[in-house]
């Protein structure tokens, strides 16, 4: 028989050994990237689905297109935290056809805000369509094997996603921020895009490059309270008041 104790303890340190891992990776100045591994107890990036307390804002769904081939498909996501009202910013790819790789992801419009990187698997016995791990993430606009340099406005998800490779399908990719508003960044070239996505060809296909239009935090506009907007009137009455009497005067 199973003493009660041990399997208890066992159980907790299985548990533990994930939950180690499910703390988001801060990316900034001082820590431009951030490396997760392909051992789930090991990877600083994983993290167990947060989306139970969670509340989807916006979610949009764009072609995947690489030199005029469609591919697959990208999706953007708006998530707000139940219990800080904070917006978490989800990305995944998903391929249908063969012929190139994503291997860089670089969102833009971070700059003032604070951030951090996790992904998580979505549930299901199909290993591929879980979703293939973030393999390291970096607030930088660098790809490949570029050097990062450290851009404020940008986080650069770097993966490997292909079809021939047994990986169509990304996890989803969260950048965690204390923004409460988005907007929509709808800039699709090298000067200006909400998200750009980079096949570089090292082992599926030629090079190549999209820009889509994107979620992204911005500063959100004080709602004057209602008590203001009563003393605003008041105010506005009492300044009509004094300029009919002051015309009767004249």
């Given at each position: 028989?199973?003493?009660?104790k041990v399997m208890k303890l066992a159980v907790s340190v299985a548990f533990s050994a994930v939950s180690l891992c499910s703390q988001a990776?801060?990316?900034?100045?001082?820590?431009?990237?951030?490396?997760?591994?392909?051992?789930?107890?090991?990877?600083?990036?994983?993290?167990?689905?947060?989306?139970?307390?969670?509340?989807?804002?916006?979610?949009?769904?764009?072609?995947?297109?690489?030199?005029?081939?469609?591919?697959?498909?990208?999706?953007?996501?708006?998530?707000?935290?139940?219990?800080?009202?904070?917006?978490?910013?989800?990305?995944?790819?998903?391929?249908?056809?063969?012929?190139?790789?994503?291997?860089?992801?670089?969102?833009?419009?971070?700059?003032?805000?604070?951030?951090?990187?996790?992904?998580?698997?979505?549930?299901?016995?199909?290993?591929?369509?879980?979703?293939?791990?973030?393999?390291?993430?970096?607030?930088?606009?660098?790809?490949?094997?570029?050097?990062?340099?450290?851009?404020?406005?940008?986080?650069?998800?770097?993966?490997?996603?292909?079809?021939?490779?047994?990986?169509?399908?990304?996890?989803?990719?969260?950048?965690?921020?204390?923004?409460?508003?988005?907007?929509?960044?709808?800039?699709?070239?090298?000067?200006?895009?909400?998200?750009?996505?980079?096949?570089?060809?090292?082992?599926?296909?030629?090079?190549?490059?999209?820009?889509?239009?994107?979620?992204?935090?911005?500063?959100?506009?004080?709602?004057?309270?209602?008590?203001?907007?009563?003393?605003?009137?008041?105010?506005?009455?009492?300044?009509?008041?004094?300029?009919?009497?002051?015309?009767?005067?004249?």
């Open positions: 028989m199973i003493n009660k990776a801060v990316v900034d100045a001082t820590t431009l990237r951030v490396f997760g591994s392909a051992t789930l107890g090991n990877d600083k990036l994983y993290t167990l689905d947060p989306r139970s307390n969670m509340t989807m804002l916006a979610s949009s769904s764009q072609t995947l297109s690489f030199l005029g081939d469609s591919v697959g498909s990208v999706l953007d996501q708006v998530w707000k935290n139940n219990t800080t009202g904070q917006l978490s910013f989800f990305t995944r790819v998903v391929m249908d056809t063969a012929g190139y790789e994503v291997n860089d992801i670089v969102r833009s419009g971070y700059t003032g805000f604070t951030t951090d990187v996790t992904w998580f698997k979505d549930a299901g016995s199909n290993v591929a369509s879980q979703g293939f791990r973030l393999k390291s993430a970096g607030h930088t606009d660098s790809i490949g094997t570029a050097t990062d340099v450290y851009k404020s406005d940008f986080i650069n998800l770097r993966s490997d996603i292909s079809v021939e490779e047994g990986k169509p399908t990304s996890g989803w990719y969260v950048i965690n921020t204390n923004a409460t508003a988005f907007t929509t960044i709808t800039g699709t070239s090298a000067s200006a895009y909400g998200m750009f996505l980079r096949s570089t060809g090292e082992d599926v296909g030629a090079p190549a490059s999209l820009y889509i239009s994107a979620f992204a935090p911005t500063v959100a506009v004080p709602v004057p309270e209602p008590e203001n907007i009563a003393l605003l009137m008041a105010g506005l009455g009492l300044i009509g008041i004094a300029a009919r009497r002051q015309n009767k005067q004249a």
